[in-house]
Structures are given as C-alpha cells and as structure tokens.
C-alpha cells in the first residue's frame, strides 16, 4: 500500500494563500487516483478535491471551487493543493488520500473509496 505524508499547512490570515504538498511512497504512483479531505472540529470528514491518475480530470467540492487547485506530478510522487483567498470556514485538518484504479478517468469524491490515507496537516485560516 502506498505510504502518504502531507505538509505545507500553516496559521494565515483571511485572504491569504497556502499550497499543500501530499508526498507518496511505496507504491507506484501514477497508478492511483488522488484526493484531499479535511475535517473541522467536531464535523466530519468531508470532500475537497479529486484527481485522476494522469491529471487530466479533476473535480471540486463546491466550496472550494475557483479558489483551489488540485494538481499531481507523478514524476516527483507528489500531489498539490494550491488554495487562494482562504476563509476562516476553510479552518481544518487536510488529509490527502489515494485508491489504486485500473482507468486513467476515474475519479472519487466518497471517503470510503479510498484505500490509504496520511496523517494530515493543519490549516488555520484567522479572521
């Protein structure tokens, strides 16, 4: 099974700009679709964004849409996450997630298809 580590979080204030890095491992990489959660105090875990194994579909939870930007460079094993204008409802843990599939196209949006998660990084979006 791959091996996930996720890094790039931080404290910014409203406004500002993070990029999230998911480093894979153990595994080879391009075989796996990819997507990013996060979770809030006292909620559940919910639905980001989703790539695809070549990049080449990606799909947004509607809360993020047009200010994050999933992307994935299967030659370094690294997926990203560039979020702009963060808000402080964009407060949470990210965790980057990924599932082995036999098509290029597939992607996924349902915490229980994926197979391997990483440990999280926390975001702390101030007001």
């Known amino acids: 099974q791959v091996q996930l580590v996720e890094s790039g979080g931080g404290l910014v204030q409203a406004g500002a700009s993070l990029r999230l890095s998911c480093a894979a491992s153990g595994r080879t990489f391009s075989n796996y679709a990819m997507g990013w959660f996060r979770q809030a105090p006292g909620k559940e875990r919910e639905f980001v964004a989703t790539i695809s194994r070549s990049a080449g579909i990606t799909y947004y939870a509607d809360s993020v849409k047009g200010r994050f930007t999933i992307s994935r460079d299967n030659a370094k094993n690294t997926m990203y996450l560039q979020m702009n204008n963060l808000k402080a409802e964009d407060t949470a843990r990210y965790y980057c997630?990924?599932?082995?599939?036999?098509?290029?196209?597939?992607?996924?949006?349902?915490?229980?298809?994926?197979?391997?998660w990483g440990q999280g990084t926390q975001v702390t979006v101030s007001s």
């Open positions: 997630a990924s599932t082995p599939t036999p098509r290029g196209t597939d992607i996924y949006t349902q915490t229980n298809a994926y197979a391997a």
